[in-house]
């Protein structure tokens, strides 16, 4: 496993833990402003939110890199799935600026059961199919797309994927390079089978995302914590998604409406370097 | 699997399900006009909360059978493992608690992560060595334990079991007769490794708990759906657990202070009776 106490080059920043992901949180820094600060602090990459790109993804893409930082990904497509689904010409819209910013993953969240089904085959039926022909799309971009599982609180209207096992098991059926998955230790801690999934993993992880679980958690979304604030076994999981192979950025993406999108971001970005350093 | 469409005998209340579960909610129905009103509607069964029961569990019990009802279960022990984890005393008094009432089944929900441990190794050995010990005051008192695995969003305070297969592992290891598990919609309809799963549980289903998993779920705890208002598939979910063998009482359980807790307890126990005769 990788040693992080002498080197952070590994951290990157998804700017979500700055609240930039939703309108009105956060201290509504500028993409260049979080550029210079992760910079100064030695990240090694920032993942940033369509919302924030705007026109302008390959001006923050080359900044970032004059910087000397990796643009680490995009999150993230349209749902794919469900009521709230988005067109094809969404989708693939954000894989064009996923391609324009330089960013080699873009995450996709499914979105939910698809309108007039119960439980889930057909809408994973759906996505597979969506899924197949938007990787395509990706390819000839050079981009990788990202199935993420969430927590199971997040099925109905967000997510038709659940586990590692059943983000694989739309990544075997559709069965291309450029489709793999991203483990976030909040929706993932608790899955015991973890390490055993994991192994069936190799080659497929794009994506290592980092926050805690609080022990008393208030909010389904915006209330993950810092790491080292929860219960989260942090240590053991990487262990797991390193034995996978996974040897890329470890992003750390904290949706906190009520305290980490309440305080300054330079305090944010230092405490997230010791944290990292650690107990990640 | 079992026709309910013309015998609704097997359908009993959860008493949660008119918010009797906690103070201040619900019409505050006493335990006898509960028996009334489902003897009449041709319910089989009543599940109890502790807080009803008070001193008068076998009188209440005796009630119940004079009506011609089942008590099917009682919820349930305080957790066992936690920051919030009750004594040995008081595990030992809701154990005695369904034994006067005449309950064969009394519900665990285990509580949360050990204080000052992460992940959830440790938690379960501790959950594993505090069941061993009280299984066998119950099996005395011929009661049985349930445990009763939750939706991944509540771990942290209130669980560390997540699934069946979870609660199956901590059964294997007490490995006696009266210990089993109770599965409930809510907290499993999302997990694709059900009906492989529930192929392990043959002899330990001592509950099946029905409701509806809403589309858009506002509230982690008290929004749970009337069956047939969500997106879990009931009757594949029941074929799954009578295929285990389950053969007793569907336990209608729904937590929702909004909607179904607002609603007159006669309206809510027709409604039941429909749901139950025609998409469970």
Known sequence: MRD????HSPLALNTATLGHN???YGAGWSPEQVI???AARGYGGIVFWCREIGTRAFEIGERVRAAGLHVAGLCRTPYLIGREAGSDDEIKASIDMASALGAPVLTIVTGGTEPGTLGLEESRKRLTDRVA????????????LALEPLNPMFGGNRTCLFTVRDALGICSEV?????GIA???YHVWWDRTLPETLKDATGRLFGYHLCDWLENTSHMLLDRGMMG???ADLKAIRRAVEGAGYDGLCEVEIFSADTWWKRSPDQVLDIIVERFQTVC
């Open 4 to 7: 992080f106490s002498q080197d």
């Open 22 to 24: 939703i309108d009105g």
């Open 36 to 38: 210079d600060a992760c």
């Open 133 to 144: 022909r938007h990787a395509e799309h990706a390819a000839q971009n050079k981009v990788k």
């Open 175 to 179: 069965n291309v390079p450029n489709l």
């Open 183 to 185: 483990v976030d230790v």
């Open 229 to 231: 604030d929860g219960v």
